[in-house]
C-alpha cells in the first residue's frame, strides 16, 4: 500500500511556462509535506516544506499547495528554467515521537526545454 | 567537508563478499536514516538511528547490518548480498525535535552498489 503517490512519471514544459508537479496522500495523519529534487548521481536536495496547517507556501519560483481535503499537495514553478530539469520527489512525515519518518512518492522526472 | 557525506561513491561486489557503505553528517543532527532506492521505484527507507539508537528497522535482510558508533557518523555493513541488492544507497540526516516529527532530512550523494 503506497501511501504518498506521484501518479505522473514524467512532465515536459517549455522554459518560462509553469511546471505543475502533482502529489497524492492517503493518511490524513501527515502533517509535513516536502519536496525534494534529484539530478542523476547526486542525492535528493532538499526543496520546499509544507505544514499541515498552512494551504501554501512560496520561496522564489516555487509554491507548494496543500488541499487537505483533497488530500493533495502540488509544487508549482514559474517561470520554469532548462536547470530544474530533474527528478521531484513528494514526501510526508509520519507523526510519531522520535523517529522523524518520511514517506516517498515514487518520483515525477521534469524535462524543460529551451 | 559540509553536509552529509558518502563514501565510496560506487561499488562493484561479489555475492561472497563483505563491504561497508559509509556516512558522515557535518550538520549537528541527531538523527540519521538508510534509504534504498531501486530503479522506478520511491526512496525506501531501511533504518532510523536516533540519538545513537535504531529506532526503526523496516523489515530489512540481516544481509545488511546497520552501526552507528555517534551521531555524526553511520554504517551500513554488507555481506553476502544478492544481485537485486543493487540500488543507490542514500544515506540522510535530520535533527529530530522530539515532538511529531516536520523536520527535514539532508541527504547525501549516495553510493551506488552494484552486486555481482
Known amino acids: 500500500d503506497q501511501q504518498v503517490k506521484q501518479n505522473s512519471p514524467s512532465l515536459s514544459v517549455q522554459e518560462g511556462r509553469i511546471s505543475i508537479l502533482n502529489c497524492d496522500y492517503t493518511?490524513?495523519?501527515?502533517?509535513?509535506f516536502l519536496w525534494y529534487k534529484k539530478y542523476p548521481a547526486e542525492g535528493p536536495t532538499f526543496l520546499i516544506s509544507?505544514?499541515?496547517?498552512?494551504d501554501k507556501n512560496e520561496d522564489g519560483r516555487f509554491t507548494v499547495f496543500l488541499n487537505k481535503s483533497a488530500k493533495h499537495l502540488s509544487l508549482h514553478i514559474v517561470p520554469s528554467q532548462p536547470g530544474d530539469s530533474a527528478v521531484y520527489f513528494c514526501?510526508?512525515?509520519?507523526?510519531?515521537?522520535?523517529?522523524?519518518?518520511?514517506?516517498f512518492g515514487q518520483g515525477t522526472t521534469l524535462q524543460v526545454k529551451p | 567537508e559540509t553536509g552529509v557525506t558518502q563514501t565510496p561513491r560506487h561499488l562493484v561486489m561479489g555475492m561472497t563478499n563483505k563491504k561497508s557503505l559509509k556516512c558522515e553528517q557535518h550538520?549537528?543532527?541527531?538523527?540519521m536514516y538508510w534509504y534504498k532506492q531501486s530503479a522506478k521505484k520511491p526512496l525506501e527507507l531501511m533504518f532510523v538511528?536516533?540519538?545513537?539508537?535504531?529506532?526503526e528497522n523496516n523489515s530489512v535482510p540481516s544481509r545488511f547490518s546497520p552501526e552507528c558508533p555517534n551521531s555524526s557518523h553511520l554504517f551500513l555493513h554488507l555481506h553476502t548480498l544478492q544481485p537485486e541488492d543493487s540500488a543507490l544507497y542514500l544515506c540522510?540526516?535530520?535533527?529530530?525535535?522530539?515532538?511529531?516529527?516536520?523536520?527535514?532530512?539532508?541527504f547525501g550523494p549516495g553510493t551506488r552498489l552494484l552486486v555481482l
Open positions: 538511528y536516533n540519538f545513537k539508537e535504531q529506532t
Open positions: 509544507i505544514s499541515s496547517i498552512k
Open positions: 514526501a510526508a512525515s509520519v507523526p510519531s515521537s522520535n523517529t522523524g519518518k518520511l514517506i
Open positions: 550538520l549537528g543532527h541527531n538523527a
Open positions: 540522510a540526516s535530520s535533527q529530530v525535535l522530539g515532538t511529531n516529527g516536520g523536520e527535514t532530512q539532508y
Open positions: 493518511n490524513s495523519m501527515f502533517d509535513y
